[in-house]
């Protein structure tokens, strides 16, 4: 059943009002594959059908938002489209679209260009080699794109990575970072400030603000973090603008 969320939800999904020309399609409260799977299964539904009026839609962790021109469609009309949508299956089980795309990342984790892998592993009560077995050895989806141009929040990974974000931020890690918390990883696309602790380095190049298609990675996709060495990562990073990044398309 979906309910407005001007009620209390005892039930998912929610269709929230987003401003005067859009709609906000929320699966859960909080993260969860189900959830994640959920909205990115919708919003694929809600591109494949076309709807006049629409200009634009987007995913989060766990919600779906469209954008409508609410001259083409009045608000009662767009909402009854969406319930009707959502009608059409459980999906919490919906299958993800293909044409997503496999990555495999080469990482550096750990020394001098990754500095708190150590202290990422004793959180999570692991050494660093286990940790980084665990991490890498995980195939992680990019659950949505977020706080940079073309940067993905990734995961879940094991509930031993349910580890808090630092209490005082880092003062900047370096395009290319991976950090971690919260079972998640967020890959940066830009040099930045963050509370997320930094186990890995790539040389992968996130956001080509010159192409047509700026975005390397996109929501769906999905990614292994593999290791290598500091020597290998820097001459991949002079012969190849992906940093030794390869990909393989999903059906």
């Known amino acids: 059943m979906t309910q407005d969320a001007s009620q209390p939800v005892d039930d998912w999904p929610v269709i929230r009002t987003v401003g005067f020309d859009g709609f906000l399609v929320s699966f859960s409260d909080h993260l969860s594959e189900g959830a994640n799977r959920a909205a990115l299964a919708f919003r694929n539904a809600l591109e494949g059908e076309s709807w006049s009026g629409v200009e634009e839609t987007s995913t989060s962790l766990v919600s779906t ?16 489209r969406l319930m009707s949508l959502l009608e059409t299956q459980d999906w919490f089980e919906a299958p993800l679209h293909s044409g997503r795309k496999l990555w495999h990342v080469p990482t550096v984790y750990g020394t001098d260009m990754a500095p708190q892998l150590e202290e990422a592993a004793l959180l999570a009560g692991m050494t660093a080699e286990e940790a980084i077995a665990s991490v890498s050895q995980t195939r992680v989806r990019v659950l949505t794109i977020g706080f940079a141009p073309g940067q993905p929040y990734l995961g879940e990974l094991a509930n031993a990575w349910d580890i808090p974000r630092q209490t005082e931020l880092t003062k900047a890690v370096p395009e290319g970072a991976l950090t971690i918390a919260i079972r998640q990883l967020v890959l940066f696309s830009v040099s930045a400030p963050t509370g997320w602790r930094h186990i890995g380095q790539t040389a992968l190049r996130l956001f080509h603000p010159e192409a047509e298609d700026p975005f390397v990675l996109r929501p769906g996709d999905e990614v292994l973090f593999e290791p290598t060495s500091p020597d290998a990562l ?7 603008r992906n940093g030794g990044a390869t990909y393989e ?3």
């Open 65 to 80: 938002y469209l954008r409508f021109d609410p001259l083409s469609q009045s608000h009662a009309q767009m909402r009854a």
């Open 234 to 240: 820097s001459a991949m990073r002079k012969e190849d």
């Open 249 to 251: 398309v999903l059906t």
